[in-house]
């Protein structure tokens, strides 16, 4: 291969799930005020998922492990 990527042709591009994923749904279930833990590692998926649902968040330290996220509008 020499280092290349093989480039092809004619291959289909498959349907989507349709499925909004989790954190999307989540956020378009609360309602301003509400709240959830979410563990640090992974906070960075928070504000993309969040654009997607249209929602404003704001996050805190809960402990070492986890935010808390807030729906903020």
């Known amino acids: ?9 004619g291959v289909p591009i ?3 799930s349709g499925r909004k ?4 749904s989540t956020f378009e279930a609360m309602k301003v005020g509400d709240s959830f833990l979410f563990p640090t590692k992974n906070r ?9 649902a249209k929602v404003k968040i704001i996050t805190r330290a ?3 492990e986890n935010v808390r996220v ?3 509008k």
Do not use: S
């Open 70 to 72: 807030w729906r903020v």
């Open 14 to 16: 498959p349907e989507g």
């Open 62 to 64: 809960a402990d070492e």
């Open 44 to 52: 960075t998926q928070l504000a993309l998922y969040a654009e997607r």
């Open 1 to 9: 291969m020499n280092g290349a990527l093989k480039i092809e042709k």
């Open 21 to 24: 994923g989790v954190l999307v």
